[in-house]
């Protein structure tokens, strides 16, 4: 490796020149720093303006590609929060009712789920969800 | 730095943006020896995720206050005094390449996807840009100890004295009495040394943590080359690319190894160290598959190569 030293601007020099001493390299660094910091904050005003209003909202979509894996019916969901804040410990609780045999429920919690987030998961069961009623639903949330 | 070993160069053209590189460079690397350990921390990710705008702004601008009080005495370019409004702007570029730092480890760690929401990827970037914006503020001071040390040494000795004088080593005589080779050997072995100290001083407080099995479980297989990548490339930047250590001094002892030799068995000290400190820690089992082992130590792997990198410049 054979990369110059950096440059030693620490030659004796009255401050009062020292300030226009500044390479253009530098204020090219500078100019590009407070671009990147402007644009920092501006999408943070941004997300403040557009999203912070709106409390927590959930849809949950469940798959119809239900997967069979050794007698068991893995049924893929996916749950998105539709408003702007974020919610903690979501409770997403799937049952399955078939007549004649028992309620089978599944139970998944999902630890945050930011605005316009989606997260995805899958309930299992032992019996063919096609041949009963599922119900999927968010049970509960927490406020950060 | 007072004294240079390398001759002046003329003051070119192209010189200013090449060593304007290298300090921002160097500002980044001391950006990742601070911020790292932050990096793998899981409350920061949830914390920055729950956390309010206006919270956030505020905390930027108090980044922006601790930044710049460390400018006056510190920074990440090599100038000795400074302007006070030049600290200003020193301290505005500190932050700005701690926040593009922040968020390049945290999207190579896909803390951030582009299915991250807008919120959560700016509350983990404001609060991850604090430890890296600190380490680029304090980049110079850092990353500066084996060639502040072999000034002192010269100063106080005679002007040829050996640049590695002042360092302890078990064979004292071999460098000198033995044919090149074996001397060179030594070195590489205390280089290796360094970096072995460097990844255990580094990686030692992440090894044991949850977040280490949780990164590797979210990363896809192919990611992982990306993340060796890095950490060839980070620790490579460290050494050789960023000039923090004596280029006269490796170009000395660089028979043995070319850096980028030397970059590569050093990234496989720091894997086996990340490998000893897991298994030490019993995070990994004989049980797990061995795409666990793999990705498990990979991932600790990215800090153990960048703290063996600062440990081969260090010590």
New interface residues.
């Given amino acids: 490796m054979d990369l110059p030293t950096p440059s030693d601007r620490s030659q004796p020099a009255d401050t009062s020149k020292r300030f226009t001493q500044r390479s253009a390299a530098e204020w090219v660094t500078f100019i590009v720093a407070s671009l990147i910091l402007l644009g920092l904050v501006g999408l943070i005003l941004f997300d403040w303006q557009t999203n912070q209003t709106q409390p927590p909202a959930f849809a949950v979509t469940v798959s119809e590609a239900v997967r069979v894996t050794d007698g068991r019916y893995y049924v893929p969901f996916a749950i998105t929060n539709t408003g702007g804040r974020i919610a903690r410990m979501v409770q997403v609780t799937g049952e399955l009712n078939i007549e004649g045999a028992d309620d089978e429920t599944g139970e998944q919690q999902i630890d945050f789920l930011s605005g316009h987030e989606t997260k995805a998961g899958s309930f299992v069961f032992t019996h063919n969800p096609q041949g009963g009623d599922l119900v999927v639903r968010v049970a509960s949330y927490r406020l950060p | 730095?007072?004294t240079?070993i390398?001759k002046?160069?003329p003051?070119a053209e192209a010189?200013?943006?090449?060593?304007?590189?290298?300090?921002?460079l160097?500002g980044a690397v001391g950006g990742f020896l601070f911020g790292i350990p932050l990096l793998y921390t899981v409350e920061v990710w949830?914390i920055g995720?729950?956390t309010?705008?206006?919270w956030?702004?505020a905390v930027?601008a108090a980044t922006l206050i601790g930044v710049g009080l460390l400018t006056q005495v510190e920074g990440f370019?090599?100038?000795?005094?400074?302007?006070p409004?030049?600290a200003l702007?020193e301290s505005?570029?500190a932050?700005?390449?701690g926040?593009?730092c922040a968020t390049l480890a945290l999207v190579l760690l896909r803390r951030i996807t582009l299915?991250?929401?807008?919120?959560?990827v700016?509350g983990k970037?404001?609060f991850e840009a604090v430890p890296f914006a600190l380490g680029v503020a304090l980049a110079r001071s850092t990353l500066q100890g084996k060639r502040g040390r072999n000034v002192r040494a010269e100063t106080s000795s005679e002007p040829e004295a050996d640049p590695t004088a002042n360092r302890r080593t078990t064979a004292p005589l071999s460098r000198r009495l033995s044919s090149p080779n074996r001397g060179n050997l030594g070195d590489a072995l205390v280089d290796f040394d360094a970096a072995l100290i460097g990844a255990v001083l580094i990686a030692f407080s992440i090894a044991p943590t949850e977040e280490v099995p949780l990164l590797a479980a979210s990363l896809p297989p192919l990611w992982l080359l990306l993340i060796m990548a890095a950490s060839l490339g980070l620790s490579y930047a460290v050494v050789?690319?960023s000039?923090f250590t004596d280029?006269a001094e490796?170009r000395q002892r660089g028979l043995l190894f070319s850096?980028i030799t030397e970059t590569l068995v050093a990234y496989l000290v720091a894997l086996l160290t990340s490998l000893a400190m897991l298994v030490l820690f019993q995070q990994l089992n004989p049980s797990d598959p061995w795409s666990e082992w793999l990705s498990n130590i990979l991932v600790l792997g990215l800090p153990a190569s960048i703290g063996g990198a600062a440990g081969r410049i260090l010590i």
Avoid: Y
């Avoid at chain 2, 010189?15 to 921002?24: K, T």
């Avoid at chain 2, 370019?77 to 302007?83: A, G």
């Avoid at chain 2, 299915?115 to 959560?120: G, H, Q, S, V």
């Fill in positions: 730095m007072a240079s390398d002046p160069m003051q010189n200013i943006w090449l060593s304007e590189c290298q300090a921002i160097q949830s995720a729950a309010d705008p206006r956030l702004l930027l370019r090599q100038t000795l005094s400074l302007h409004l030049e702007l505005i570029e932050v700005a390449i926040v593009v299915a991250t929401p807008l919120a959560e700016l970037v404001v050789f690319a000039g280029r490796r850096p």
